[in-house]
């Protein structure tokens, strides 16, 4: 026990003494945090539009003000042709053009029957799709504003509520996958030099012969770099919740709890890479290059899982942050307790006793 | 029982086409409390040779023991009796010097309290800095930390890898003397070292070239083999000296031996004759010859040559 004491001591230290990395550290995933929660997002917000309005009447305004108000849509222009539509849309000004014909009231009110041509740039096809509906939808809106009173004989009402996230906030999603991925990559970072740097410095070689066991060493590594991680824990939290707006509807200690054992999980992950590293380059370069990309793609946040082909749904079930990710979405967002997410827990559980296992067991306990 | 012995020791590297040989064949056998030299230059296989005994690197073939256990099976407890100091700097540079023996005191179950007295002289000389980190110390001063680290447990074998490369003359001088103190407290002592002029420090020797032992005695029993009559020349031209001595055929070897050329012959034929008929033909002034004793340098160049 006394060995195994020093030994994390002495793990302490190196972090300690090496401020600078400490810093990194420390800072890292703040930086990743506000980065990533801010320019990672899909959501459509201030689109740039352009209206070309011939008809110039009540009903046109009253719909152009409305789109303009509505925090999709930011107006950008007025046009006056056709020609200007095509101008402004070659020029990359506006995603979106509302296009009003000639006497467009006078045709609602008399003829019943009026117009609006959409002309969305569908380069990108997702946001195209998003920005027609939601301007179809406000054009509806009003429509249904002019004849209030008007009963159909047969109709049919959808009533639509929008649960955990009435508002339809893209960090909703966003925040648990970012979380999911900075605490992946600064966690497996931070471990993958452990072990590798000792063989770098030579190092090593005394400890290895010693009554030091495997076990120990690979335990006493993780330890400190534990501790450093409930630090990034608490700033990823505190950042989601003030800096990104999404409250912890569940359990804040449940949500705590998760994390460390998600925590424990990428510093296995790290442990192995080091293990099998020869430069500390290397485990950095592999615990960046070959965490970066699984994780964002198959944790679930950025690309639905549901969608993709059997294989690639199988290989998803492997990335550890994709468990987490449901964790917290089911805790951080849908308030929901330990008794949603005891599986996902599991699997966490596992894959670490799987990591470490593999790591004492690959851990060279001779030089090459 | 013997403290090491290694039997038909063979350690090949994968090399670009074929397989480089460090260790080829090397058996020897190290009595209790000896202190043990293994002499070679670099690249001879002495670092590999430790790492096999030391339980770090296993060989192609061959047996080895340390204190009467195997190195491959008994890997354990021989890691938990013995020192093994590297020849590179090994300790943790972040660390000051005491975090470093504690840690190394702690992870072999010890205190530095326990076996203080085994290191005590060595200490104090690095106690007023006991605050420094380990990687701010002097090269001299980094050597007896090491020392202090591998020692704290009081191994029955202690390892040394060229603990002197790099040391000023008189802290090489002040590590022997530690290393006989710890002889005499009844360590078993393998120490591997470049330097032919620390060969004589040692009870016994192996002379160690391209993974071969050349030889296995005490210092007196490898100078005393050397079988021929070793000459001393000097002169004020030693360039010229040389070119004309190796001319000769009946010159076996000449090596430049600091001030001095050492010179053996092929035959036993009056060597001081020869010499000064060598001599006397080039037009060479201040000459010196003196028939002088072989070091173990000349017996090292010797065997080399067979």
């Known amino acids: ?49 352009a209206v070309f ?34 101008a402004t849309f070659r020029k990359g000004e506006i995603r979106l053009a509302v296009v009003f014909p000639r006497g467009f009231r006078y045709d609602l009110l008399h003829g019943n029957h009026a117009q609006v041509q959409l002309i969305a740039d569908a380069s990108d096809p997702n946001t195209a799709n998003t920005l027609t509906n939601y301007a179809s939808s406000i054009i509806n809106n009003y429509q249904q504003t002019l004849q209030p009173a008007a009963t159909l004989p047969y109709t049919i009402k959808t009533q639509v509520r929008m649960l955990y996230n009435p508002e339809l906030k893209g960090a909703y999603n966003f925040v648990p996958g970012v979380m999911a991925l ?29 009554p030091l066991k495997p076990f120990r060493i690979i335990i006493a590594k993780t330890i400190p770099y534990l501790l450093v991680s409930m630090v990034n824990i608490a700033s990823i939290l505190l950042l989601s919740v003030y800096a990104l707006d999404v409250p912890i509807t569940g359990n804040l200690g449940l949500l705590i709890a998760e994390s460390i054992v998600f925590t424990i999980t990428s510093l296995s992950v790290g442990i192995l890479i080091s293990n099998t590293a020869k430069t500390q380059q290397t485990a950095m370069f592999t615990s960046m290059m070959s965490l970066f990309l699984p994780t964002l793609l198959f944790s679930g946040f950025m690309f639905p899982i549901e969608n ?9 079930n492997l990335v550890p942050a994709k468990w987490y990710f449901i964790i917290v979405k089911d805790v951080m967002i849908k308030g929901l307790g330990f008794t949603a997410v005891w599986r996902e827990t599991l699997i966490l559980v596992s894959m670490t006793a799987v990591l470490l296992g593999v790591s004492i067991y690959k851990f060279k306990i001779r030089l090459i | 029982m013997k403290a090491i012995t290694a039997e038909n020791i063979v350690k090949s590297y994968p090399a670009k086409k074929t397989a480089v040989y460090a260790l080829n064949n090397v058996s020897f056998a190290v009595d ?20 096999i005994l030391t339980t770090l690197l296993l060989a192609d073939t061959g047996k080895a023991t340390v204190d009467g256990f195997d190195v491959i099976n008994d890997y354990q407890n021989i890691r938990n ?49 006991k605050t420094r980190r380990a990687g701010q110390l002097s090269g001299g001063m980094k050597q007896k930390l090491a020392l202090c680290c591998a020692l704290i447990h009081k191994p029955s074998v202690l390892f040394l890898d060229e603990p002197t490369t790099g040391v000023d003359a008189v802290s090489r001088k002040e590590f022997w003397e530690m290393l006989y103190r710890l002889k005499a407290q009844g360590i078993t002592i393998m120490v ?26 005490t210092p007196n029993g490898i100078t005393g083999a050397f079988n021929k009559p070793l000459w001393s020349v000097s002169a004020n031209n030693m360039f010229g000296l040389m070119n004309d001595l190796k ?14 050329h050492h010179v053996v012959f092929k035959g036993r034929e009056n060597g001081r004759a020869k010499l000064d008929e060598i001599v006397g033909r080039g037009n060479y002034n201040q000459v010196t010859i003196k028939a002088i004793k072989p070091n173990i340098e000349d017996c090292f160049m010797a065997l080399m040559r067979e």
């Open chain 1, 1 to 49: 026990m006394k060995q195994f004491v020093i030994f994390v001591k002495k793990e302490w230290l190196h972090i300690w003494r090496d401020r600078r990395t400490l810093f990194i550290l420390l800072f890292m995933p703040i930086i990743q945090i506000v980065l990533y929660g801010f320019a990672l997002t899909n959501e459509v917000k201030n689109s740039r539009i």
């Open chain 2, 247 to 260: 001319k000769d055929p009946a010159v076996e070897s000449c090596f430049p031996f600091g001030q001095v």
């Open chain 1, 182 to 210: 900075v605490l992946m990559l600064v966690c497996a970072m931070m471990t993958s030099i452990a072990i590798v740097k000792e063989k770098e410095m030579g190092t090593m070689e005394v400890i290895l012969v010693s």
């Open chain 2, 192 to 217: 591997a070292t470049p330097y032919m002029d620390e060969a004589g420090r040692c009870d016994r020797v192996a002379l160690i070239q391209k993974g071969k032992l050349l030889s296995v005695d």
């Open chain 2, 32 to 51: 209790q409390g000896e202190i043990f030299g293994l002499i070679g230059p670099d690249g001879a296989g002495k670092t590999s040779l430790f790492r």
């Open chain 1, 308 to 316: 993709m082909p059997a294989p690639l749904r199988v290989i998803s």
């Open chain 2, 81 to 129: 009796r013995i020192g093994y100091m590297p020849g590179r700097f090994s300790l943790y540079q972040d660390l000051s010097v005491q975090e470093n023996l504690e840690f190394f005191a702690t992870i072999f179950n010890t205190s530095i309290q326990e076996n203080y007295a085994l290191i005590k002289e060595i200490y104090e000389q690095i106690e007023p800095f």
């Open chain 1, 53 to 86: 309005d011939q008809s110039r009447d009540e009903a046109t305004r009253a719909i152009t003000g409305e789109i303009g108000a509505s925090r999709y849509f930011n107006l950008v222009k007025n046009v006056y042709s056709y020609q200007g539509v095509e």
